[in-house]
């Protein structure tokens, strides 16, 4: 099959065998004899729809749901069949890691039928170990094979994601303060994209875990098993990483409202200071008759000292208050 809108088409035999794929005819009928396919398909081409609704039986409602344009990781388990839908990191040159790229696979007995928007690494990798002869032996083993490739691209990642907050706790100082703090905010975003994406997916691999099909064997289970584990681990480091994302913002805060604090004081205690010598200016430059020393040549040098002593004076008793 090598029509645009199929992407990749195998054929396996069971037994660790496989072909590429080249029928025409419906899905159904051409897996017979223990062997079972995989169809790997863009989930933006209009001829995707066309072909799954004349070569297969999947329901509308699966359709739709395999080439909606968002989704969000779940399991649907069904009486023959289940949905999947993985988001695997994004590792497309020019593109965000966090924007991650969904995997929506639908998987029965003899048939793993799986569409995408955006090209997935790990999907690579499971089509050139099948081409040097490492196919898998049964459609629970593919399925494993495309969540373990997922899910370890993620650990990279999210290990570069916790050494780029170690290097922001590292940063953070009065000087530097105001300047993180646009790194630290798309931090925090990137890390609760990160969330969004992985935290589902635990409920996914629990409800897989829980499936009753006697053909997920005990091997695909003991791996979905580790995957869930891992996972869990995933969500946990997120959930740190967060939490000292924010930690790094309110340290950042505190600095700043402490800088803003220290100014507001500096302005507070000099117009104290001056507040007195404002009404002795305001009182004594009033056009009335009377003023002391209006007549005096000495007056204006007297009143300098007057001002000069309430400020010293003012100065010890704030000092001695502890006021600064």
Known sequence: MSAGHILQAFRFDGLGGAEKWGSDTRVAEDIQDGKFGWLHMRADSPQTRLFLQQNTELDPLLIDAMLAEETRPRALIKRNGMLVVLRAINLNAG????????????ITENMVISTRRRDIKAIKDIVE???????????????INITDRVFDRMETHFADLSDRVAELESLISDSSAEKLQSDV???RRRIAICLRYTMPQKALLQAVL???FDWLQAR???HLAESLDQVVRYVEELQVLRDRAQIINDEI?????????????????A?????????????MGINVGGIPGAHDDAGFVFFVVVCVVMVVTQVFIFRKLKWF
């Open 129 to 143: 170990h099948i081409e040097e002869g490492h196919a898998p032996r049964s459609t629970g083993e593919l399925l």
């Open 185 to 187: 905010a798309i931090m």
């Open 95 to 106: 593109e965000d890691p966090e924007n991650m790229i969904s995997l929506r696979m639908w």
């Open 210 to 212: 829980t499936s009753k």
């Open 271 to 283: 117009a104290t200071i001056f507040l007195p010598l404002t009404f002795l200016t305001g009182l």
């Open 220 to 222: 695909p289970r003991e």
């Open 253 to 269: 805060n505190n600095l700043h409202n402490g800088r803003l604090n220290d100014i507001t004081y500096i302005f507070s205690v």
